[in-house]
Nanobody
Framework: QVQLVESGGGSVQAGGSLRLSCAAS????????MGWFRQAPGKEREFVAA????????DYADSVKGRFTISRDNAKNTVYLQMNSLKPEDTAVYYC????????????????WGQGTQVTVSS
């Protein structure tokens, strides 16, 4: 498995921006598809974005499409989530995850998870 550590969370007003980072260690990072998920209090964990091994393909939840951008730097073993035009409904704990076999929206296929970073958006 790969070890993942998220950072970059915090509190921001609606309309603001944050960039989350997820640093990976332990395995060859470029062999893993990467995803971001989030979980708000009292809600199920939900898919946010995913990126392929090479970073040339990505997918987004409809709720964040056009506002969030996922990217990766394989030389730095890091995946990013740039979040713009944040809304109060984006408030959640954000998790990055790694998938050895592919990439996509299915959380069950991800075999390594970070500890999460809190994002709070106030109105």
């Amino acid at each position: 498995q790969v070890q993942l550590v998220e950072s970059g969370g915090g509190s921001v007003q609606a309309g603001g921006s944050l960039r989350l980072s997820c640093a990976a260690s332990g395995r060859t990072f470029s062999n893993y598809g990467m995803g971001w998920f989030r979980q708000a209090p009292g809600k199920e964990r939900e898919f946010v974005a995913a990126v392929s091994w090479a970073g040339d393909r990505s997918d987004y939840a409809d709720s964040v499409k056009g506002r969030f951008t996922i990217s990766r730097d394989n030389a730095k073993n890091t995946v990013y989530l740039q979040m713009n035009s944040l809304k109060p409904e984006d408030t959640a704990v954000y998790y990055c995850a790694a998938d050895r076999t592919g990439w996509g929206r299915d959380a069950a296929k991800y075999d390594s998870w970070g500890q999460g970073t809190q994002v709070t958006v106030s109105s």
